[in-house]
């Protein structure tokens, strides 16, 4: 005998079919045809990843003279690495936010610098990369300039820009002198744009 679904009542109630893959966040939307599909629909899918009060990790830059060269770049990955601090459906491994649907994404990232070894007057430029590529995705930033070893500036940015489905998104730098580094605090985050 069948039962309409108004009638039913406790113990009989049960989660929609399809909760057990749904992925946190995921809300489902029935598409009016006796189907539907589990997605982020007027939520929010964004991750946030730090380096947090890191005072040992240092990074070794090499001089470029070409801030548009992607490979003059490095990966900011100190030892300690990033940690996940929160978010949604963006998963975090190691030192990149994946990206699972091809989208227009906000990625943000602020960064306190300190010169540890090098002569002084050093530029750090930065830039957001997709799946490490050289040739990156937000346009290469000149940064603050180091201006004698101990000194510790803070830059940011921010770049909106169409991400590929099963990519990822990481952070590099580079330097116009030959220089050592240390990411003191760093956070970098990736949202989705609402549709």
């Excluded at 998104?169 to 985050?189: E, G, L, P, Q």
Aim: glycine share 8%; hydrophobic share 40%.
């Amino acid at each position: 005998m069948s039962k309409e679904h108004n009638t039913i009542t406790d113990p009989e109630i049960h989660e929609p079919t399809g909760v057990s893959t749904a992925a946190t966040g995921e809300v489902y939307i029935a598409d009016g045809a006796a189907s539907g599909d589990w997605t982020v629909s007027g939520g929010y899918e964004y991750r946030i990843i730090e380096i947090d009060d890191n005072t040992t990790d240092d990074v070794v830059l090499l001089a470029t003279a070409d801030f548009s060269v992607g490979t003059n770049y490095m990966k900011v990955d100190t030892v300690a690495g990033w940690s996940d601090i929160e978010g949604s459906s963006l998963p975090f491994t190691s030192n990149r936010i994946n990206i699972a649907d091809a989208a227009l994404y906000q990625v943000e990232i602020i960064c306190s610098v300190e010169l540890i070894a090098g002569t002084g007057n050093v530029t750090v430029a930065a830039k957001i990369s997709e799946d490490d590529a050289t040739t990156g995705l937000a346009p290469n930033k000149t940064l603050h300039t180091l201006d004698f070893v101990g000194d510790v500036r803070t830059f940011s940015g921010a770049t909106l820009t169409r991400l590929n489905a099963a990519s990822s998104v990481t952070f590099f730098v580079a330097a116009d002198k030959n220089s050592t580094v240390r990411f003191r605090d760093c956070r970098m985050a990736v949202s989705r744009a609402r549709a």
